[in-house]
Nanobody
Framework: QVQVVESGGGLAQPGGSLRLSCQAS????????MSWARQDPGQGLDWVAG????????YFRDSVKGRFTISRDNAKNTIYLQMNSLKPEDTSVYYC?????????????????WGQGIPVTVSS
């Protein structure tokens, strides 16, 4: 049974850092791309970053480039999202998702399993 579980969210001050983790199980992790997306209540899904099976990182929002870093550890079946220089507008619920292929995209129909979401709040 496939599971995708996020951890590491919480409260951070503006300018601070958080690291999100997403541990997956139930499928051959190294052969699928994985991504992070976020969603505010009543709003659509915003894709944040994805990582291909070869470790290539893709950042889907200009606002996170240079501040966020996505990585993966295939030995631990885990991806990470290191978030630095956090801004209040980064406040959201962050979701980890398993892609159906090797390349991370920003198409919702190209993901088949999602985590439960983890809240991130950036506030002083």
């Amino acid at each position: 049974q496939v599971q995708v579980v996020e951890s590491g969210g919480g409260l951070a001050q503006p300018g601070g850092s958080l690291r999100l983790s997403c541990q997956a199980s139930g499928f051959p992790f190294s052969t699928y791309a994985m991504s992070w997306a976020r969603q505010d209540p009543g709003q659509g899904l915003d894709w944040v970053a994805g990582i291909d099976t070869d470790g290539s990182a893709r950042y889907f929002r200009d606002s996170v480039k240079g501040r966020f870093t996505i990585s993966r550890d295939n030995a631990k079946n885990t991806i990470y999202l290191q978030m630095n220089s956090l801004k209040p507008e980064d406040t959201s619920v962050y979701y980890c998702a398993k892609a159906t292929g090797r390349i991370a995209t920003s198409g919702v129909y190209e993901y088949d399993y999602w985590g439960q979401g983890i809240p991130v709040t950036v506030s002083s």
